[in-house]
């Protein structure tokens, strides 16, 4: 079986973790041989790096620009918004809807001749955290409406789309609804999982009495990387209608715990790599890449 396709995702994934948790922070732009230099340490290899950035460079995520003497990228405004529509599907879970704020309900009726489009659309709808709770409709806490518009724009579906926002007033409980959108059980096993893998690390972090900075920094992606995908399905649902047993509430708080340990010792360690005495120092793999590149 060919390595190669999981290969690339695993590069995209890093490096748009690698842009929202830390170029961001940085000022929006970032130094290519910099750039090699951190994402290799994290485990990518130059070549993959450099491919990673020149897709989204074609994405229209990165320009080229140069900060005294360095060569790197700037985000584009397309990135930031991308990446700020992603913090509110990656970071809502960590306050629960309220349930007096009610729910967006989105109604579709695609034709047949865009079933690509209609397909699309759905996978958005699923990735947002939205429930299928019918034929064709979606729901999920009205604080998605925002996101759920954006979605549907992009696809250019607006005109086939009835969106809502409302109370639940009667008929079908409520949580029995929710059990039928949301498969709750697999996502409680997502989070279960990485309570089970990163309480450990959280506890030995809580009382070391050093941390290496490069190990901050390739802890702290891997933790925003792993905690990317779980509030994907799973937009922050009220605890009114969750099992009482949720163990969402738990994860949320060991990530919160693992990224005040990493994030601060993470940039302070990639920080340098800003700069252009940094390039000049690059190590010997990282300046081929940059030199041999066709960014």
Known sequence: MDARPAAARRSRTVLVTFLGAVVRKLGNWMPIAGTVDLLTQAGLDASSVRTAVFRLKQRGWLEAQTRSGVRGYAL???????????????????????????????????????????????????????????????????????????????????????????????????????????YLPEIDRRYREFLADRTAEADHLATAAFVDGRDAFVGYLSVVADWRKLPFRDPGLPPQVLPPDWSGPAAVHLFERLVTALEGRALAHAAPYWSARARQGAQPAAQRAVDSSSW
């Open 76 to 182: 584009t405004p397309a990135a930031l918004e991308a990446l700020a529509a992603g913090d509110e599907v990656i970071w809502h879970a960590r306050q629960p809807a309220d349930l007096a704020d009610g729910w967006c309900l989105v109604n579709f009726s695609v034709p047949e001749s865009a079933r690509a489009k209609r397909h699309q659309l759905t996978a958005h709808l699923a990735a947002l955290g939205f429930g299928n709770i019918g034929a064709a409709v979606w729901t999920a806490p009205a604080r998605m409406l925002p996101a759920a518009v954006r979605a549907i724009g992009e696809l250019d579906l607006t005109d086939q789309c009835a969106i809502f926002t409302g109370d639940h007033v009667g008929g079908q409980d409520l949580a029995a609804m929710v059990r039928k959108g949301w």
